[in-house]
T-cell receptor, first 114, second 111 residues
Framework: GAVVSQHPSRVICKSGTSVKIECRSL??????MFWYRQFPKQSLMLMAT?????????EQGVEKDKFLINHASLTLSTLTVTSAHPEDSSFYIC??????????FGQGTRLTVV | QKEVEQDPGPLSVPEGAIVSLNCTYS??????FMWYRQYSRKGPELLMY????GNKEDGRFTAQVDKSSKYISLFIRDSQPSDSATYLC???????????FGTGTQLKVEL
């Protein structure tokens, strides 16, 4: 069945460095990739929506220069957290979708900034 | 008003009970309706999805959508302690360009 493969599953980085998270759609072409953030015991918060080949649409309050999203192909989307700070520590999840089908979650990336 | 509303719970039931989880939505453009299960410290996993109105059954799980009332339900029969998790409903437009989640309902099935 369709799968979204997300890597890394867990990353610890130093404050001020950048971290890249990759999501690859397997067995389907994700025309749209949604990026969510989830803080402990809280619900998913949509950060941005990206369509293949175009700029991502960011939700209000999400800094597009800090959270760089690239969706260059139908099977790969990346989220780069630039100049990470401890408050960026969270669980980041991508969700791939295409027309006329359900959506699939990546496994999630637990980011810890120290 | 949120486009997908879900009671956060927590919901506690005895083992073997029938569990009913529900969501409402407001956007008529939603065509696909999904239920995800999320265990603590894990990512959500797709349980079931339904296209438009109707029922879908998979083992102990039944998903139901009533588009006339914009109501989404997930029923769990013979609930087990291993069903204890947070259940998220989600709705997706037919074009696949808008995906909205409920806040999740925390379920605990007790022995």
């Amino acid at each position: 069945g369709a799968v979204v493969s997300q890597h890394p599953s867990r990353v610890i980085c130093k404050s001020g460095t950048s971290v890249k998270i990759e999501c690859r759609s397997l067995d389907f072409q994700a025309t749209t990739m949604f990026w969510y953030r989830q803080f402990p015991k809280q619900s998913l918060m949509l950060m941005a929506t990206s369509n293949e080949g175009s700029k991502a649409t960011y939700e209000q309050g999400v800094e597009k220069d800090k959270f760089l999203i690239n969706h260059a192909s139908l099977t790969l989307s990346t989220l780069t957290v630039t100049s990470a700070h401890p408050e960026d520590s969270s669980f980041y999840i991508c969700v791939g979708a295409q027309k006329n089908t359900e959506a699939f979650f990546g496994q999630g990336t637990r980011l810890t900034v120290v | 008003q949120k486009e997908v509303e879900q009671d956060p719970g927590p919901l506690s039931v005895p083992e073997g009970a029938i569990v009913s989880l529900n969501c409402t939505y407001s956007n008529s453009a939603f065509q696909y309706f999904m239920w995800y299960r999320q265990y603590s410290r894990k990512g959500p996993e797709l349980l079931m999805y339904t296209y438009s109105s109707g029922n879908k059954e998979d083992g102990r799980f039944t998903a139901q959508v009533d588009k006339s009332s914009k109501y989404i339900s997930l029923f769990i029969r013979d609930s087990q302690p291993s069903d204890s998790a947070t259940y998220l409903c989600a709705a997706l437009t037919g074009g696949g360009n808008k995906l909205t989640f409920g806040t999740g309902t925390q379920l605990k099935v007790e022995l």
